[in-house]
């Protein structure tokens, strides 16, 4: 892995400017289920962390007039069980109870699920795909089985792998996103 520095922000204002100063030399950290293997296999090689651990004003389930509404940094577990979801919003709660393992579970916030890299074996693997500055897609005529879009893809036809993207789709969530400019 290569090193790298880490800062502990403290609130979505700090990561905005941290993000608005340091541009792509940084990468945002959750729970890093996902992050730290795209780190150890040097698929990703940022010089910054940045970690979302401290901001608690990140981690939230309020039901409200409109419906409900979920903290990025909230864990998958909190929304396995959480009364309302299960009862209201039932595929959501079900979406996460599918997501890898209770370790999983337990370190992986509702945000680092949906902003996840595509498992694409190819791509995770040793091989110099499209995405990793290559000029092949190794999954068109190769494994393709169980990861790949079966259905339509541009240069690259790795799919989305985030349950719970699946539930909120279907239950015409919004997202509200923070960053540079807004
Ligand atoms: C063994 C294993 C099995 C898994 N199985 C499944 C599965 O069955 N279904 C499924 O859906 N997922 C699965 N996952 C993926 C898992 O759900 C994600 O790793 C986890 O949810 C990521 O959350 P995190 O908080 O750890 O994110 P991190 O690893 O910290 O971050 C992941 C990515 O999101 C970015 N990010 C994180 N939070 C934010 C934010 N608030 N704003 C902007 N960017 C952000 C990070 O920069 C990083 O690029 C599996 C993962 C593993 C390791």
Request: proline content about 3%.
């Amino acid at each position: 892995m290569q090193s790298f520095k880490w800062i502990n922000a403290t609130s979505v204002a700090e990561v905005k400017e941290i993000l608005a100063q340091q541009g792509d030399k940084a990468r945002i950290f959750a729970g890093g289920s996902d992050l730290m293997t795209m780190l150890k296999e040097r698929l990703d090689m940022p010089e910054l962390i940045v970690c979302l651990g401290n901001i608690k004003t990140l981690k939230y389930i309020r039901e409200e007039k409109d419906g409900v509404r979920i903290g990025a940094m909230t864990v998958l577990a909190d929304i396995v069980g959480h009364p309302t979801l299960l009862q209201k919003y039932t595929a959501l709660a079900q979406a996460a109870e599918a997501v890898g393992s209770p370790q999983i579970r337990n370190m992986g916030s509702i945000g680092g699920n949906l902003c996840q890299r595509p498992r694409c074996w190819y791509f995770r693997g040793p091989f110099i795909c499209i995405r990793k500055g290559g000029d092949t897609c190794f999954a068109v005529n190769g494994e393709n089985r169980y990861y790949h879009a079966i259905l339509e893809g541009a240069d690259c036809f790795m799919v989305h792998p985030s349950d719970t993207a699946v539930a909120l789709i279907a239950l015409d969530a919004d997202i509200i996103i923070a960053g540079v400019g807004y």
